[in-house]
């Protein structure tokens, strides 16, 4: 079964996706957001990669070097072993900046015997449209597209360039390597240069994942996680990406492929959240300056998305020229959502902003701007919290009053309040108290719905939403609150399938949903052990570990029937959702307590 067998490498510019047999069928360069240069992953005739053809006899395996992002795939056939360390150079300079040019370098190194392979050197620029023609000069290999766009690609290596440009077979006694960048390099890189940006490289992630805390359970899940988390992240803005692809459907062969290269407030916000809890400032402030950034006066309304560098129109448009993952077609690039009204996204940054000041008190050094930015989401809340929306999901028709909305208003202004108590700001508490009450008393009043026993998708619906199980994280409603536990069960008993749930069951705009989206059964695993269902919340978090892909990565989707990966990958939704859901069933049990064992 093809399970998205793919590794992510990057280096908060760009990232490529690697294929179990190493082959890179997707990059884009200079940044996320690129054309890509290799998408054979869209397109399995044009897309072009960057693979290895080896003979029948040949084995992989592939690893995450330990405590890196550094991906490793091994090709054994008797004694005959050589491997491909690919990596995306990422490092401090001295003068405190990073190094993270926009390439990857593919490290071959010779184990035993005597390995044979060919190259298999395809690139494709600008998403594949028109013709790319590559050549072999002094230096370097270079690929050239100037039709509509001109582009170009470097290749260097220490291989032989006729050779590796013309697939023959080359024998290997010795580490070699190839680098693939967008620019020309100054200086002619060799041997030395490429073992020495793996050694920096790897210094730089095991430094980084150092300041990660440890759990007893579960550790290398959560730290693998957090390195996704990471590579999804953009430096040179601090935006962070839903995920690495465009166009990867939730069903195959279906139409609900959308490009998630962008940053969603609400998707960052969450994932800042969990990040900044793990003790990462770093990235928690590139995104609030992101933010701040976004929002230069103190009225203007915030979009659900953007562009990792502060774009605010995200035209869509299809690549009808290519087929699509699977045939699932069309390959959309920019997405239309950007213009959608989503009341919930103020309330889910209230709330990381109040992590923030909660966490890092001491550290903040633009705490005038987030007592700006709070009164002023404060003040859209209140004036918009009673309109419909299009809801967490997206809903591309018709607007209504979503529950989860209506509960991420709730929020915004009761971590305002809290700010405001934090910073000693506390003339407005009177009247954002009043508000806060306000929305509690219409959300218990109208979210409710007595007849399925629980709080359902929107006002007056029948229908349930696997996001309300979030107003118990959000703090509106105790766990054990009788409401909220009814809730539970009736999404469990509805909403679940094989212990994957379904986002909502109604008809949306494109027909009923047929995969699972994957952070609503991490939602669901948690608000189980919230409930003191802690062994079941345990089982059912175990067996959807399991189908993660062979290096624990998650897409958006899982098949409910296949349980294959599906969707945007690796999806940022998912990594920090199965975080948060680990470090919940990390905490130490009642009888571990009694004999004083320490988490």
Same mark, same amino acid.
């Given at each position: 079964?093809?399970?998205?067998?793919?590794g992510i490498i990057?280096?908060?510019?760009?990232?490529?996706?690697?294929?179990?047999?190493?082959?890179?069928?997707?990059?884009?360069?200079?940044?996320?957001?690129?054309?890509?240069?290799?998408?054979?992953?869209?397109?399995?005739e044009?897309?072009?990669?960057?693979?290895?053809?080896?003979?029948?006899?040949y084995?992989?395996e592939?690893?995450?070097?330990?405590?890196?992002?550094?991906?490793v795939?091994?090709?054994s056939?008797?004694?005959?072993?050589f491997?491909?360390?690919?990596?995306?150079p990422?490092?401090?300079k001295p003068?405190?900046?990073?190094?993270?040019?926009?390439?990857?370098?593919?490290?071959?190194k010779?184990?035993?015997?005597?390995?044979?392979?060919?190259?298999?050197?395809?690139?494709?620029?600008?998403?594949?449209?028109?013709?790319t023609s590559?050549y072999?000069k002094?230096d370097?290999?270079?690929?050239?597209?100037?039709?509509?766009?001109?582009?170009?690609l470097?290749?260097?290596?220490?291989?032989?360039k006729?050779?590796?440009?013309?697939?023959?077979?080359?024998s290997?006694?010795?580490?070699?390597?190839?680098?693939?960048?967008?620019?020309?390099k100054?200086?002619?890189?060799?041997?030395?240069?490429?073992?020495?940006?793996?050694?920096?490289t790897?210094?730089?992630?095991?430094?980084?994942?150092?300041?990660?805390?440890?759990?007893?359970?579960?550790?290398e899940q959560?730290?693998?996680?957090?390195?996704?988390?990471?590579?999804?992240?953009?430096?040179?803005?601090?935006?962070?990406?839903?995920?690495?692809?465009?166009?990867?459907?939730?069903?195959?062969?279906e139409?609900?492929?959308?490009?998630?290269?962008?940053?969603?407030?609400?998707?960052?916000?969450?994932?800042?959240?969990?990040?900044?809890?793990?003790?990462?400032?770093?990235?928690a402030?590139?995104y609030?300056?992101?933010?701040?950034?976004?929002?230069?006066d103190k009225?203007?309304?915030?979009?659900?998305?953007?562009?990792?560098s502060?774009?605010?129109?995200?035209?869509?448009?299809?690549?009808?020229?290519?087929?699509?993952?699977?045939?699932?077609?069309?390959?959309r690039?920019?997405?239309?959502?950007?213009?959608?009204k989503?009341n919930?996204?103020?309330?889910?940054?209230?709330?990381?902003?109040?992590? /923030? !000041?909660?966490?890092?008190? +001491?550290?903040? $050094?633009?705490?005038?701007?987030?007592?700006?930015? @709070?009164?002023?989401?404060? &003040?859209?809340?209140?004036?918009?919290?009673?309109?419909?929306?299009?809801?967490?999901?997206?809903?591309r028709?018709?607007?209504?009053?979503?529950t989860?909305?209506k509960?991420?208003?709730?929020?915004?202004?009761?971590k305002?309040?809290?700010?405001?108590?934090?910073?000693?700001?506390?003339?407005?508490?009177?009247?954002?108290?009043a508000l806060e009450?306000?929305?509690?008393?219409?959300?218990?009043?109208?979210?409710?719905n007595e007849?399925?026993?629980?709080?359902?998708?929107?006002?007056?619906?029948?229908?349930?939403?696997?996001?309300?199980?979030?107003?118990e994280?959000?703090?509106?409603?105790?766990?054990?609150?009788?409401?909220?536990?009814?809730?539970?069960?009736?999404?469990e008993?509805?909403l679940?399938?094989?212990g /994957? !749930?379904?986002?909502?069951? +109604?008809?949306? $705009?494109?027909g009923?949903?047929s995969?699972?989206? @994957?952070?609503?059964?991490f &939602?669901?695993?948690?608000?189980?052990?919230?409930?003191?269902?802690?062994?079941?919340?345990?089982?059912?978090?175990?067996?959807?570990?399991?189908?993660?892909?062979?290096?624990?990565?998650?897409?958006?989707?899982?098949?409910?029937?296949?349980k294959?990966?599906?969707?945007?990958?690796?999806?940022?939704?998912?990594?920090?959702?199965l975080?948060?859901?680990?470090?919940?069933?990390?905490?130490?049990?009642a009888?571990?307590?009694?004999k004083?064992?320490?988490?």
């Amino acid at each position: 079964m093809n399970n998205l067998d793919y590794g992510i490498i990057g280096n908060c510019r760009s990232a490529a996706l690697v294929s179990k047999k190493a082959s890179i069928d997707w990059c884009c360069l200079p940044k996320f957001d690129s054309a890509s240069v290799f998408a054979k992953l869209l397109d399995d005739e044009i897309g072009g990669s960057f693979g290895f053809e080896v003979d029948e006899g040949y084995t992989t395996e592939q690893f995450y070097q330990e405590n890196t992002a550094i991906l490793v795939t091994r090709f054994s056939k008797d004694n005959d072993v050589f491997e491909v360390i690919d990596f995306m150079p990422r490092y401090h300079k001295p003068n405190g900046t990073y190094h993270s040019p926009p390439e990857f370098i593919r490290y071959i190194k010779y184990v035993s015997g005597k390995p044979e392979l060919q190259v298999a050197y395809d690139p494709k620029l600008e998403y594949a449209k028109g013709v790319t023609s590559t050549y072999v000069k002094d230096d370097f290999i270079v690929s050239l597209n100037n039709e509509d766009t001109y582009d170009t690609l470097f290749l260097y290596t220490d291989l032989d360039k006729e050779a590796v440009l013309n697939g023959d077979t080359i024998s290997i006694d010795a580490d070699h390597f190839f680098l693939a960048g967008y620019n020309e390099k100054l200086f002619v890189p060799h041997l030395k240069y490429a073992s020495l940006e793996y050694e920096r490289t790897k210094v730089y992630w095991l430094n980084w994942l150092e300041r990660t805390p440890t759990y007893k359970k579960y550790n290398e899940q959560i730290s693998r996680s957090a390195m996704t988390l990471k590579l999804l992240s953009y430096d040179k803005t601090g935006a962070v990406l839903a995920a690495a692809t465009t166009s990867l459907p939730e069903t195959i062969g279906e139409v609900r492929n959308w490009d998630y290269r962008f940053c969603w407030i609400r998707d960052a916000s969450m994932v800042i959240k969990v990040m900044s809890q793990l003790g990462h400032k770093n990235i928690a402030r590139r995104y609030l300056r992101f933010i701040i950034d976004l929002m230069p006066d103190k009225d203007e309304k915030l979009q659900i998305m953007y562009g990792i560098s502060g774009e605010k129109k995200l035209t869509e448009e299809s690549l009808d020229h290519l087929s699509g993952y699977k045939g699932s077609s069309p390959v959309r690039v920019g997405n239309a959502a950007y213009m959608q009204k989503q009341n919930d996204i103020y309330g889910i940054l209230m709330d990381v902003i109040h992590q /923030l !000041l909660l966490n890092f008190s +001491n550290d903040i $050094d633009n705490g005038e701007e987030l007592w700006t930015m @709070t009164k002023g989401i404060v &003040w859209v809340v209140s004036k918009h919290w009673q309109e419909p929306d299009k809801g967490i999901w997206e809903f591309r028709e018709g607007d209504q009053h979503f529950t989860f909305s209506k509960v991420l208003c709730w929020t915004a202004v009761d971590k305002a309040i809290k700010v405001s108590k934090l910073l000693g700001k506390t003339s407005k508490l009177p009247k954002w108290e009043a508000l806060e009450e306000e929305i509690r008393k219409d959300i218990m009043e109208n979210a409710w719905n007595e007849k399925v026993q629980a709080f359902t998708q929107a006002y007056n619906s029948p229908d349930l939403d696997a996001s309300v199980l979030l107003m118990e994280s959000y703090g509106f409603i105790d766990a054990k609150h009788p409401k909220f536990v009814s809730t539970v069960k009736a999404i469990e008993q509805n909403l679940c399938y094989e212990g /994957l !749930l379904y986002r909502y069951k +109604n008809k949306d $705009d494109f027909g009923l949903p047929s995969s699972s989206f @994957t952070i609503c059964t991490f &939602w669901f695993i948690n608000s189980l052990y919230k409930i003191g269902e802690e062994q079941k919340a345990t089982e059912q978090f175990e067996k959807l570990l399991c189908y993660g892909n062979h290096l624990g990565l998650f897409s958006e989707d899982i098949d409910f029937k296949t349980k294959r990966l599906l969707g945007n990958f690796p999806q940022a939704y998912s990594h920090l959702a199965l975080i948060e859901t680990a470090i919940n069933l990390s905490n130490v049990t009642a009888e571990e307590r009694v004999k004083g064992i320490i988490s």
